[in-house]
Nanobody
Framework: QLVESGGGVVQPGASLKLSCLQR????????MGWFRQVPGKEREFVAS????????YYADSVKGRFTISRDITKNTVYLQMDNLDFDDAAVYYCAEGPPYHTGSLSGYPFDYWGAGTQVTVSS
């Protein structure tokens, strides 16, 4: 079970750090990712990190502002979000996928998501 936390209401320019805990078992996934979704739109990829070696990949819209990281000892993946703006408001989901992958991180097939945590950006 993937459990996200850390969402909230912030003003533009503020920061938030999201966490995603794998509850009940250790991660058995090649990579972890963060996605986001607003009502009426498709779920959008945000960032991913390979679990074993920490390689990262970001959507262009968040590159330079968001940082994905993981703590293997805590079975947790994080998303540090800085300089938030109105377009970042969404429900944020963490995701995992199969344990093996031979292609690039950008093509990794995530197939399981958590319930999400709400991020609201409001002045």
């Amino acid at each position: 079970q993937l459990v996200e936390s850390g969402g909230g209401v912030v003003q533009p320019g503020a920061s938030l750090k999201l966490s995603c805990l794998q509850r009940g078992r250790t991660f058995n996934t090649y990579a972890m990712g963060w996605f986001r979704q607003v009502p009426g739109k498709e779920r959008e990829f945000v960032a991913s990190i390979s679990w074993n070696d920490g390689l990262t990949y970001y959507a262009d819209s968040v590159k330079g502002r968001f940082t994905i990281s993981r703590d293997i000892t805590k079975n947790t993946v994080y998303l540090q979000m800085d300089n938030l703006d109105f377009d970042d408001a969404a429900v944020y989901y963490c995701a995992e996928g199969p344990p093996y992958h031979t292609g690039s991180l950008s093509g990794y097939p995530f197939d399981y998501w958590g319930a999400g945590t709400q991020v609201t950006v409001s002045s």
